[in-house]
């Protein structure tokens, strides 16, 4: 069983990641839940999370991520969802992604060329569930065995789903990271990446040096990458350039616009330049990211700018 984005590294040299599932949802007129965000959706309209899926996908995404990001199951418990409804609605979300990436291999058109797109399962840290921001601190006040039991029923549904492989998004702290690693190596069968917040181009978002977060993970069997993502684009090269002194796996990173995101006002702040935010993933791959997209605010035009630039 190998590496699954082997093989469409082997064809063009670099996988184009999607982009933010949840801003493009908003800029489509949808209202988002905060303490569920695009999860909400595979409740109000599994429709439209399989369009934007497919906007990607259309876009030149060769992977893209689950509506599972900010899913958990207390927060389904505030409308009234039973830990077995919500095991039900994250399969729905491994499955709408898989109807989207069919539906895109029977446009033999859009489709020609290019190698089946990959589904990653995505696995948010517990500071998307407070919806408080603290996905960028890493401050939860919660111990390893408390965290365990917060992501390990959710990381089992979806670790035994369809998806191509699980994606550890946005994870603040080392400490996290640890925990859920754990629960990779109990699925020696599952493959996955890890990808940080970093408060700067040296640091997770709790402090940790980024040195210190790939000696944890370089040496985890099946974890095929190291990322970062929703982390300002402006601290992302210098990120790279250490990772790739540290390991040989799989460098991933998917910033946000370099906006940032003001947890009391549930609003972005500041200001972007889609334009540079290209040319810096050109500068990106040449470092040696070898698997690039966006998170926040990064939409397909983007995502489709990147694949034009990166892809002869």
Known sequence: ?????????????????????????????????????????????????RCAHGLFLDSGAD????ATYQASYDGFARFGLTPIDVDELLIHSVNLAREAVHDFLSDTVKSS?????????????YGAFLADGSEYTGQYGLDQHELGDFHERRFKILANSSA??????????????????????????????????????????DGTPIEAAIELCKNASHLIGIGINCTAPRFVNDLITQIRMKTDKLILVYP????????????WTGSNAPESWVEMAKIWHDTGAQAIGGCCKIGPEIIQSVRNRLIA
């Open 1 to 49: 069983m190998t590496n699954p984005l082997q093989k469409i590294l082997k064809h063009q040299g670099v996988v184009i990641l999607d982009g933010g599932l949840a801003t493009l949802l908003e800029e489509r007129g949808h209202k988002l839940d905060p303490h569920l965000w695009s999860a909400k959706m595979l409740i109000d309209s599994p429709e439209a999370v």
């Open 256 to 267: 946000n616009s370099g906006e940032s995101w003001d947890a009391n006002e549930k609003k």
């Open 63 to 66: 992977c893209i991520t689950t």
């Open 164 to 205: 191509d492989l699980v994606a550890f998004e946005t994870i603040p702290s080392i400490d996290e990271a640890r925990v859920l690693l754990n629960l990779l190596a109990k699925y020696p069968e599952v493959w996955g990446w890890m990808s940080f917040s970093c408060r700067d181009g040296g640091h997770l978002s």
């Open 113 to 125: 060329g290019r190698i089946r797109p990959l589904v990653a399962a995505s696995i948010g840290p």
